[in-house]
């Protein structure tokens, strides 16, 4: 005859303890809107924002177009910077209305034909173009000389085409785009802004959250309980992961329906991905909640020590490799820096297993260095 064993009573202790967290985290969640807030309003706002509200493509750019002498090959010449989408010409009779718009930032470049121009074009000669452009903004500069090259390119072609003739040019330029064909920022900035969401998601929700706890003196009673600093970390990172995971669903299906930006790799390899560096970001939060026990000293903290590095430094926006030296060694003791490669990466070129496995590797190791951060600095107040 078997008898069935009683389980270890200490096991079992402890499970019940673990579910009495885990009930007691659920019912402050639902009772708490802030929490539901941060992981569900938060993401709507951020992606509306730089969904709709920023964008690096530049698009109807305002630009003077100056013809001092009209003509047939004059009218031409301006009409290829009509058919550009990228360009938003404005007819100016004079150079001097068109420096005076540029001043008052009206237009941000000028292309000047002055009164020879048709002369030395049909003679053979050359015709030179006068092309002025605002440079406050470098990149924005760049942008539009491009822009202005490609329209003159554009009627020289068609200018070679309508003389029966070829337009020799010593070397042709064929462009192909990979990853991101379109050229669309949105499908760049979409899948990082998911990085810096997330980064907010984790650490503002457990940081603020178990500061709260120290503020209302609950954080005392639960350490007269026989609750083990273990049951502790798990009774905080488990609802909260949960509430992370919920978030993380929004902001890719926004990403994928309303914002029109592909996912060419596989949605779980993501979500594994994305649930490695929402275990980091939590651990981030659990250890700045062991440091400050007001929520508003707790959130500021937060937000500089995580908030700021993932925008700035984690290749978001801003290029890691145009940095100085120094600042690029900075941006490897960014979580956000690694995350952020494996979204692009799965979002717009697929499973490039070589990018997501380094990376994935190197947020493990941030999981356990902020986890047993956390659970060190637990263990010490609890005991």
Known sequence: MRFLQNPDPERRAGRMRM??????????????PSSIAIAFVLPIVLLFLFGYGISLDAKHVPLAVVVESP???????????????YLSPQRFGTIQEAEQALIHHTVNGIVWLRNDFEEKLLSGESAPIGVIINGVDANTARIIEGYVNGAWTSWLQQRAAAHAGTLNIPVRLQPRVWFNAEMRSRNFLIPGLIAVIMTLIGALLTAMVVAREWERGTMEALMVTPVTAKELLL?????YFI???????????????LFDVPLRGSLLLLLLTSALFLVAALGMGLTISTAARDQFVAGQIAI???FLPAFMLSGFIFDINSMPA??????????ARYY??????????GNVWKVILLNSVVLVLF????LGLARRRMVKRLD
Do not use: H, N, Y
Not at 19 to 32: N, P, S, V, Y
Not at 243 to 257: C, V
Not at 340 to 349: E, Y
């Open 19 to 32: 579910r009495g967290m885990l009930r007691k985290e659920a019912l402050q969640i639902i009772r708490d």
């Open 71 to 85: 003509s047939a090959e004059t009218a031409g010449f301006a009409a290829s910077f009509e058919q550009s989408e």
């Open 235 to 239: 009774g905080k990172l488990l609802p």
């Open 243 to 257: 509430l992370g995971m919920g978030g993380l669903l929004l902001s890719i299906g926004m990403a994928m329906w």
């Open 304 to 306: 500089v020590a995580t």
């Open 326 to 335: 120094a600042v690029q060694l900075v941006t490897r003791l960014i979580a």
């Open 340 to 349: 952020v490669a494996i979204l692009q990466t799965v979002f717009l070129a």
């Open 367 to 370: 999981c356990v260095f902020f």
